[in-house]
């Protein structure tokens, strides 16, 4: 067994270092498309000693989360330059959204989580293939306060969500940017990991403060989802708004697969 100093749990070396690996790969994941804890979330789920309290869960993948979409979204604003005007409303409604969700999470059963996440995965998956030109050309929509206004609205409810359940919210911000307000994948994106870091901060922030939060592993963790991220981001810069549309949909279908075992597998033991 390898002591992992992280509020005195122990992990085998094996399962820390996939963790890391994940991580790595749910950085990559959350830079290009956004939706990094769809990846990081069931393998915190899988490698973590059965019985570890839920908010300990949201709360380390948090902590390892922050790093990546801190990394990728530098690199966006610095490459991609977004629209701050539409920044702010969206990542200071996310906040509120986010904290408020993270004061709930302790509400929420461990079997609850795969269902919901499922779920949300469906229907994104469903909503972004059934309309094949969507986001490849960015055609924003509404002026004004109608844009600014349904900015903060997709802000509040998504960084509610993020504070609550967490997994898939990159990819929830980026679907709605590019659905309701008309940007193309690649701008959606740079706008999501702002608003996706600033959501992880609030969230993170009240975990730490209730002690839900596995420091060694998080930081462990971390430190690889930062360097995934980096490359991510690169990545999607340099290959525009179809590859990362590509890289959504194949993402959301291998992870509702996933899900939808994992749900079959448990009704069948």
Same mark, same amino acid.
């Given at each position: 067994?390898?002591?992992?100093?992280?509020?005195?749990?122990?992990?085998?070396?094996?399962?820390?270092?996939?963790?890391?690996?994940?991580?790595?790969?749910?950085?990559?994941?959350?830079?290009?498309?956004? %939706?990094? &804890?769809?990846?990081?979330?069931? /393998? @915190?789920?899988?490698? +973590?000693?059965? =019985?570890?309290?839920? *908010?300990?869960?949201?709360?380390?993948?948090?902590?390892?989360?922050?790093?990546?979409?801190?990394?990728?979204?530098?690199?966006?604003?610095?490459?991609?330059?977004?629209?701050?005007?539409?920044?702010?409303?969206?990542?200071?409604?996310?906040?509120?959204?986010?904290?408020?969700?993270?004061?709930?999470?302790?509400?929420?059963?461990?079997?609850?989580?795969?269902?919901?996440?499922?779920?949300?995965?469906?229907?994104?998956?469903?909503?972004?293939?059934?309309?094949?030109?969507?986001?490849?050309?960015?055609?924003?929509?509404?002026?004004?306060?109608?844009?600014?206004?349904?900015?903060?609205?997709?802000?509040?409810?998504?960084?509610?969500?993020?504070?609550?359940?967490?997994? %898939?919210? &990159?990819?929830?911000?980026?679907? /709605? @940017?590019?659905?309701? +307000?008309?940007? =193309?994948?690649?701008? *959606?994106?740079?706008?999501?990991?702002?608003?996706?870091?600033?959501?992880?901060?609030?969230?993170?922030?009240?975990?730490?403060?209730?002690?839900?939060?596995?420091?060694?592993?998080?930081?462990?963790?971390?430190?690889?989802?930062?360097?995934?991220?980096?490359?991510?981001?690169?990545?999607?810069?340099?290959?525009?708004?179809?590859?990362?549309?590509?890289?959504?949909?194949?993402?959301?279908?291998?992870?509702?697969?996933?899900?939808?075992?994992?749900?079959?597998?448990?009704?069948?033991?």
């Amino acid at each position: 067994m390898n002591p992992l100093l992280a509020s005195g749990l122990d992990l085998p070396l094996l399962t820390l270092v996939l963790l890391v690996a994940v991580a790595f790969a749910a950085g990559w994941v959350d830079a290009v498309v956004g %939706g990094g &804890g769809l990846v990081q979330l069931p /393998a @915190l789920l899988i490698g +973590l000693p059965p =019985g570890t309290e839920p *908010a300990a869960v949201l709360g380390t993948n948090k902590l390892s989360s922050v790093w990546g979409t801190a990394t990728s979204s530098i690199t966006y604003a610095r490459r991609v330059r977004p629209d701050w005007r539409t920044i702010l409303p969206l990542a200071v409604s996310a906040a509120l959204g986010s904290a408020g969700g993270a004061q709930l999470a302790k509400l929420l059963p461990a079997d609850a989580f795969t269902p919901i996440v499922l779920a949300a995965l469906i229907g994104v998956g469903l909503y972004t293939w059934r309309r094949p030109q969507l986001g490849l050309v960015s055609a924003v929509r509404h002026s004004g306060g109608a844009h600014y206004g349904r900015t903060a609205l997709i802000g509040v409810v998504i960084g509610a969500y993020d504070g609550f359940l967490g997994p %898939g919210t &990159g990819s929830f911000f980026v679907i /709605a @940017l590019v659905g309701v +307000l008309g940007y =193309g994948f690649l701008e *959606a994106s740079a706008k999501a990991k702002i608003a996706n870091l600033v959501t992880n901060l609030a969230a993170l922030g009240v975990f730490a403060v209730h002690g839900t939060v596995l420091w060694g592993l998080g930081l462990s963790m971390g430190a690889a989802n930062l360097v995934g991220g980096y490359v991510g981001a690169r990545t999607a810069i340099a290959r525009g708004n179809s590859f990362v549309r590509r890289v959504f949909l194949a993402v959301v279908a291998a992870l509702a697969l996933k899900l939808a075992y994992d749900i079959v597998r448990g009704l069948l033991a």
